[in-house]
């Protein structure tokens, strides 16, 4: 069963013209892939139908073959749990510690205390931030709020993750490094969409890759073909 699929989504802003036009895929349990394409293609519009910031004008996103139109209301919050979301920007709350950060979700989800606390640092030393917990994400580099933001989104042990442009602001070998985190995911039950327009980043992981243009899915890469 595959755990994401589109079935001929189009989604159009109000006002707006197409972001995204019958737009048709499936993603199996433990994939990494990426979605490219240029500033305005529509990668951030698909990944907003897939954690319910947008929803669809046309056809259906199904999350392990469920049509994300039926989650509704209460049900929204559950589903952020399976469907963990990194964003460029980090959306990190400057004045919590680390430790605080990470915590949240489960904070939200009324997780009992001493679970938290291991869940927590099982994913902060996943991230090589273990002996970082007490700090404030402002004392970190950029790098490392990045990594807290990811630990934040996998700490609820989501079946997918999505990420937005996840290394925009970092330098090549810091992006290669979280690419190489995102990249462990899958063998832990995590399968990971990341949004990127570096192609060369992209290239160099050699996963499949969905390439948007103007809205419309134009390419559906298969790691073996990338080279070319
Ligand atoms: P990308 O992430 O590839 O840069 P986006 O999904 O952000 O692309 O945008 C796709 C198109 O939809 C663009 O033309 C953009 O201007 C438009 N768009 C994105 N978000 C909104 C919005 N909230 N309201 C209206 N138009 C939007
Ligand atoms: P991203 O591509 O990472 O979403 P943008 O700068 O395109 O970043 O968008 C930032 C915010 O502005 C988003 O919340 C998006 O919904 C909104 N937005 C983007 N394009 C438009 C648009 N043409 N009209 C209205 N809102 C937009």
Known sequence: MPILRFDNVSKRYPGGHEALTDVSFAVEP??????TGHSGAGKSTLLRLIHLSERPSRGAVLVEERNLAKVRGRRVPLHRRKVGVVFQDHRLLMDRSVFENVALPLVIAGTPRAEIGKRVRVVLEKVGLADRERARPIELSSGEQQRVGIARAVVS??????????????????????MQLFASL??????????SHDLHLVKRMRRRVLVLDHG?????????????
């Open 186 to 195: 899958p063998a832990q039950g995590t399968s990971v969409l990341v949004a």
């Open 216 to 228: 419309r899915l134009v390419d559906d890469i298969a790691p073996e073909d990338l080279a070319a």
């Open 157 to 178: 042990q989501p079946l997918l993750l999505v990420a937005d442009e996840p290394t925009g602001n970092l330098d090549p070998q810091l992006a290669a490094e979280i």
């Open 30 to 35: 433990g994939e990494m892939l990426f979605v």
